[in-house]
């Protein structure tokens, strides 16, 4: 599961590490150390060229409904939502890192993921047109999760695809032909590192550098 991410990287490092040819609405961007399903974040996609453009993180807009801010990668073929978007609708959700919650007792320990060399983390997504609730079109996307790897599965039991730089290059390169763009969701970064934060995340209109700071040092 992935429900709660960041990006507060410098929109320079962003690009550079990235590759971006063009950052559709770059003034509008604005850094979030703890951004919420709903809320509009930088997502990389490809046609011709390496474009970003802000898109609300999670399928549906009906109230009544949850957003669909994840997408189990065991079961994208099989789901109708997503199994047309696979081959024409990949996209790269840009993060610094991501937090997830573990059981402890009668409470939840909030946890910091990231990249062990500070690196932008790409996660695998699919992207697609919908409508607001005002009928104006909105591109929107979801985050690709999967079992979690040995060293986070002890936090939970499910994370986002992180790509490595070489998948992630197919992943959005849909005008190429890739006979299973799915097999490419197995080929991850390794280098991930955690860390417990306090619980001043757990309220999601906090949005500072407290929200990943380091509870124990040491």
Not at 106 to 121: L, M
Not at 131 to 145: A, F, Q
Request: aromatic letters at 10%; proline letters at 5%.
């Amino acid at each position: 599961m992935c429900g709660r991410n960041t990006i507060f990287s410098d929109k320079n490092k962003i690009k550079k590490e990235l590759k971006v040819d063009i950052w559709k609405h770059e003034e509008d961007f604005n850094p979030t150390y703890n951004l919420s399903p709903t809320q509009d974040s930088p997502v990389l996609v490809k046609n011709t060229k390496r474009v970003i453009y802000p898109m609300r993180w999670g399928f549906g807009f009906k109230s009544s409904m949850r957003p669909i801010f994840n997408a189990r990668a065991e079961t994208l073929e099989k789901k109708a939502s997503f199994k047309d978007l696979i081959a024409k609708n990949r996209c790269v959700v840009i993060s610094n890192g991501f937090f997830e919650w573990k059981k402890g007792g009668e409470s939840k320990i909030p946890y910091y993921i990231h990249h062990s060399d500070g690196k932008i983390i790409a996660m695998a997504g699919l992207c697609k047109w919908d409508r607001d609730l005002d009928g104006n079109s909105k591109l929107v996307y979801t985050i690709i999760t999967k079992e979690a790897r040995p060293s986070l599965e002890k936090i939970h039991h499910r994370e986002p695809v992180m790509l490595t730089d070489q998948s992630l290059s197919s992943w959005i390169n849909v005008n190429e032909p890739y006979d299973d763009p799915l097999s490419l969701l197995n080929d991850n970064t390794d280098r991930i590192s955690s860390y417990e934060v306090s619980k001043f995340v757990n309220k999601s209109s906090n949005n500072s550098q407290e929200c990943i700071s380091r509870l124990f040092v040491g």
